[in-house]
């Protein structure tokens, strides 16, 4: 298997924090070896990056260059770029609830649903615990992800696998 053998993109509403931090995630973690190219996007983008999810990021070690809030439309239909989606998976419920575009490629979805960081009130410290959370448990859930032998598992099975890792 080559580089970028995997193509994942990761969904939420606004694409400010919990899909951002996944993408940053992915792209980094040296467990992925250069097989997954992971892209963030938003079914109501807000144009900007939560500065929380920034910062945890850059002190995770993790570069944010090229990190941006942006349309799921940039992926589907036309002028969308030319890759075939292997996963497609929502990080917040309500973008999993949502009609999704006809995605290239026939991706795999799953529902990896993560508490909003940026809907937590109070001093800044206790949004950059909500933040710190939400990283804990996207990381942990990637690091399942990117250890699973894909290319030896069944459609189904492999479906199967995607879907719990949404649990833990």
Known sequence: MGTNDFT?????????????LAEGTLNHLPINGGRFR???AGSHPKGELNPFAIELLERQGISTTGLRSKSWDEF???????????FVITVCDQAAGEVCPIWPGQPMT???????????????ETKRRAFLDAYATLRRRIELFANL??????????????????TR
Do not use: K, Q
């Open 8 to 20: 994942i993109l990761f969904l939420c509403t606004g694409n400010t924090a919990r899909s951002i």
């Open 38 to 40: 992971a892209f963030s």
């Open 76 to 86: 589907s239909g036309r002028g969308a770029p030319d890759l075939d989606l292997d």
């Open 149 to 166: 032998p894909i290319p030896t598992l069944s459609r189904l099975a492999l479906e199967t696998r995607l879907r719990d890792i949404g």
């Open 110 to 124: 799953a529902h990896w649903g993560v508490a909003d960081p940026a809907a937590v009130t109070g001093s800044d």
